[in-house]
């Protein structure tokens, strides 16, 4: 059985860092305040010049050194955002070109905050029919130009970035022994669509509308969607909760982050978490969360790694990995 195996991960953050306490100077909230609320002390911001693809491209670039791979090899180009850099085409085709690409193919994938996870398994879905060898999957963002930054429930929450990884594919037994992603699992309801929205635009070249939300049913049903998709993945894979060595949840908030891992009953040293330094950072907040833990050794050889993520739409999405 073919299975897509992570051959190497990347991240890239904008320069500019805004913590909490800058915030606290433009609007009505205290750092103590976001904190306790979100777990978030700072966020980065793209320079007024740097496109959603720029820091794609950094990211890609930074993923392909760590795999020890030539973009010449890569077969697709897949990129998740909600802020690209135009209304088409996609952003992924500029990073195409700016890798010097001309072979295989690129597209975007919109799934907010799950969008990583859902290109991810459109990836591994690929690698495993044989269709292509080798893929290149990013989540990239510059979600602070779609902020009303007046808006102290949204303004606070996000932050900019990109994280890439490079699937490549290898022969597995076709069980839960086999290293690379074992399952991926799906889901919308666009029932909820007015409860987390922008009211449009055409990306971070332009002059989009603002996030609009309602912040506490999102988390409400965020924690019950989370829930199940946890469940559904282990279940997939014959796994218990004691079996995962890593949760790389996506970054939004820290509260919904420790209920997943008190579900699991994981100790706080068993998550990977950068919702402090980064903020939500919608599709590249998981993907940042990998590169972080694969430079610091964390992320081992043979380990179950659990991915979970929730997003507009609503959309929520989980992947089980043996690294």
């Not at 799950?114 to 979600?143: C, H, M, P």
């Not at 969607?225 to 996506?250: F, Q, Y």
């Not at 706080?268 to 694969?294: Q, Y």
Request: glycine share 10%; hydrophobic share 45%.
């Amino acid at each position: 059985m073919i299975r897509s195996v992570i051959l190497g991960c990347g991240g890239y953050l904008p320069e500019k860092i805004v913590a909490n306490d800058e915030l606290a100077k433009r609007i009505d909230t205290s750092d103590e305040w976001i904190v306790k609320r979100t777990g978030i002390r700072q966020r980065h911001i793209a320079a007024p010049d740097e496109k959603t693809s720029d820091l794609a491209l950094a990211a890609a670039r930074a993923a392909l050194a760590d795999a020890k791979t030539e973009a010449g090899d890569i077969d697709a180009i897949i990129v998740a955002t909600a802020t690209p850099d135009n209304t088409f085409p996609a952003t992924a085709t500029r990073v195409q070109a700016e890798l010097g690409l001309i072979k295989g193919f690129a597209l975007d994938v919109q799934a907010v905050c799950s969008g990583f996870v859902y290109a991810l398994a459109i990836a591994d879905n690929f690698i495993r029919l044989g269709q292509i060898k080798k893929a290149l999957v990013i989540g990239a963002e510059t979600f602070s130009r779609i902020l009303d930054w007046n808006d102290r429930g949204t303004c606070v929450l996000f932050g900019d970035g990109a994280g890439a990884v490079v699937l490549g594919a290898a022969e597995g037994k076709g069980d839960k022994t086999d290293r690379g992603i074992l399952s991926t699992h799906l889901h919308s309801d666009g029932r909820h669509y007015n409860l987390l929205y922008t009211e449009g635009g055409p990306g971070s070249t332009g002059k989009p509308g603002f996030v609009k939300m309602e912040g506490q049913e999102v988390f409400r049903h965020a924690v019950a969607h989370l829930s199940e998709v946890v469940d559904e993945a282990l279940a997939a894979n014959d796994l218990k909760p004691e079996e995962i060595d890593w949760l790389v949840p996506h970054q939004a908030n820290q509260r919904i982050i420790d209920g997943t891992a008190k579900k699991l009953n994981l100790p706080p040293d068993r998550v990977v978490l950068t919702i402090a330094e980064h903020a939500n950072t919608s599709a590249a907040s998981i993907p940042l969360a990998l590169a972080a833990a694969a430079k610091d050794g964390r992320l081992k050889k043979g380990q179950i790694v659990l991915l979970d993520a929730m997003g507009g739409g609503f959309t929520w999405a989980a992947a089980v990995i043996r690294w």
